[in-house]
């Protein structure tokens, strides 16, 4: 089993940046593809940014490319998501996810999910 822990969020003005990490434990970390969802009040999980198993290649959400950056530290078993030039849309519980597939960007190709780590952005 593989054990996801986010941190790093918080309230941040519009406009502002914040970093997420999450730390990974249990089975070998460079297994697996890793992602990041969120979800924001009122709405279904949504997919935000995925990072390969080779970490080589990256995929984003329309809403975030141009913004947001996903990388991993397989030496150090963590996933991070930075965050920059955020906008109150951006308010979401985001997770940390990963999966077996070459590339997670639907959460039902998601096998272990983290618990979550709140996000909010005041105008």
């Known amino acids: 089993q593989l054990q996801l822990v986010e941190s790093g969020g918080g309230l941040v003005q519009a406009g502002g940046s914040l970093r997420l990490s999450c730390a990974a434990s249990?089975?070998?970390?460079?297994?697996?593809?890793m992602g990041w969802f969120r979800q924001g009040p009122g709405k279904e999980r949504e997919f935000v940014a995925a990072l390969s198993q080779s970490g080589s290649s990256t995929y984003y959400a329309d809403s975030v490319k141009g913004r947001f950056t996903i990388s991993r530290d397989n030496a150090k078993n963590t996933v991070s998501l930075q965050m920059n030039s955020l906008n109150s849309e951006d308010t979401a519980v985001y997770y940390c996810a990963a999966g077996s597939t070459q590339i997670i960007t639907t959460p039902r190709a998601v096998t272990y999910w983290g618990q979550g780590t709140q996000v909010t952005v005041s105008s």
């Open positions: 249990g089975r070998t970390f460079r297994y697996y593809a």
